[in-house]
């Protein structure tokens, strides 16, 4: 349980263990958290990354470095780049997805969220928005049954034709 609430699975569906410090800090960044989704399909250099984001090589290869260093990414073996450069491509690890980030008051996941349906338009975007009043029981049930199908497409392999989309779920009381 955490919070009161039963614990998130992973993929395999056993439970997702609790992120260290220097994990849970590795994932407070929108840059990183962006950087593992662009890396999640296809493995891409830092300078790749740099450019889908525009933003300077060296400050992604910071962010880049970090998420190597916690086990987010991995490296792929190097290989000739144009004009004889040697490049790493990286790829996400799927760690993340396998740990359990308490809200730590960042809204790094959300903010990330915004940026990235920023970049497409804005009706290739499928929202939708509903209002509740449940019993803590019933909402409990309601976070596992949809945690379980987010699970269950997060263990799929990917599907090689297939198109790359995003979901993003936010389960939170409403103010009075």
Not at 109 to 129: G, H, N, Q, Y
Request: charged share 30%; aromatic share 6%; hydrophobic share 35%.
């Amino acid at each position: 349980m955490t919070g009161g609430r039963p614990a998130p699975t992973s993929p395999r569906g056993d439970e997702r263990r609790p992120a260290t410090d220097a994990e849970r800090k590795a994932l407070a960044s929108v840059t990183r958290l962006r950087i593992l989704r662009l890396c999640l399909y296809e493995p891409l250099t830092n300078k790749q990354l740099a450019e889908r984001l525009g933003r300077n090589p060296a400050s992604v290869l910071h962010h880049v470095r970090t998420l190597v260093t916690q086990g987010f990414l991995q490296a792929d073996p190097p290989r000739r780049g144009p004009r004889g450069s040697t490049e790493v491509p990286y790829r996400a690890t799927g760690k993340s997805w396998r740990l359990s980030t308490e809200p730590d008051g960042s809204n790094s996941i959300l903010r990330a969220f915004f940026d990235e349906v920023a970049e497409v338009p804005e009706t290739s975007v499928d929202t939708a928005r509903l209002g509740l009043q449940l019993s803590p029981e019933h909402r409990d049930e309601l976070v596992t049954r949809i945690s379980a199908l987010f699970n269950e497409f997060a263990g799929r392999p990917h599907d090689p034709d297939g198109e790359r989309i995003s979901l993003f779920l936010a389960v939170f009381p409403e103010p009075r």
